[in-house]
């Protein structure tokens, strides 16, 4: 009887999850799956590959691809030239909860966890370098503690880094209930070491960037073992 209340709830969960975000949003990417030990461990959609783009960091602008991050977690968004008045992402609750968490961390348990944001303008299209280094300078006087290490800009088309599917669905969707009428104004993406892809969830809502978090904890904790094994 336990069991059945408990899968009954769980089919609720999700289906209000889907009605909210949009069946082409959920994808299922929140799925975890269960292990030894009740250990709970982010379910893997696949490599997720791109082209060459520009990276503007602690080095200056580099020519980099997801590869050059294999051994980094890395989160991926967008951030608009409209921001932080008019952003489709939570800016607040991004830089105040989950940037503040890497940055505080950055030297203990989130060193190796990189967010790469691809600056685009409000619909969603690719912007000039000065238009992305405005951006740059406007995160450096609104956000405490900014470290262009830590959160990276990218010039590139969104798209490289969005092009995906699950189950026939595709995260890519044109719609005007989005901001700027496309849906990756509002998406994270989270990568494992290897470049694959663990989460995707619309951090449109404060509610949505926490549990972005949750999951990026949830990722650490899975090295975490793996190590632990290893040094057994």
């Not at 669905?169 to 694959?196: A, C, P, R, T, W």
Request: glycine fraction near 6%; charge should be positive.
């Amino acid at each position: 009887m336990e069991a059945n209340a408990a899968s009954r709830s769980k089919r609720k969960s999700v289906l209000a999850l889907t009605l909210v975000f949009g069946p082409a949003l959920f994808l299922i990417f929140m799925a975890t799956r269960g292990c030894d030990h009740r250990f709970k461990q982010l379910a893997d959609f696949g490599l997720v590959e791109t082209p060459t783009f520009s990276v503007y960091n602690h080095k200056g602008k580099q020519q980099l691809s997801l590869k050059d991050y294999q051994d980094q977690v890395v989160l991926i968004t967008t951030l608009q030239t409209t921001c932080p008045h008019d952003c489709g992402l939570a800016f607040f609750p991004l830089t105040q909860n989950l940037y503040k968490d890497l940055r505080t961390n950055k030297r203990k348990k989130l060193k190796q966890v990189r967010m790469l944001s691809i600056v685009v303008d409000s619909l969603g299209n690719p912007v000039s370098e000065a238009q992305l280094l405005d951006i740059q300078d406007m995160l450096r006087t609104r956000v405490e503690g900014f470290d262009p290490e830590l959160w990276q800009l990218v010039a590139a088309d969104p798209k490289i880094f969005y092009n995906l599917s699950n189950n026939g669905q595709k995260l890519i969707v044109k719609d005007k209930k989005y901001f700027g009428g496309v849906s990756y104004n509002e998406l994270i993406m989270l990568l494992d070491k290897k470049n694959h892809l663990r989460m995707v969830l619309n951090g449109h809502t404060e509610g949505m960037i926490r549990k972005m978090k949750e999951h990026l904890a949830l990722l650490m904790k899975q090295y975490d073992k793996e190590r632990a094994q290893k040094e057994k």
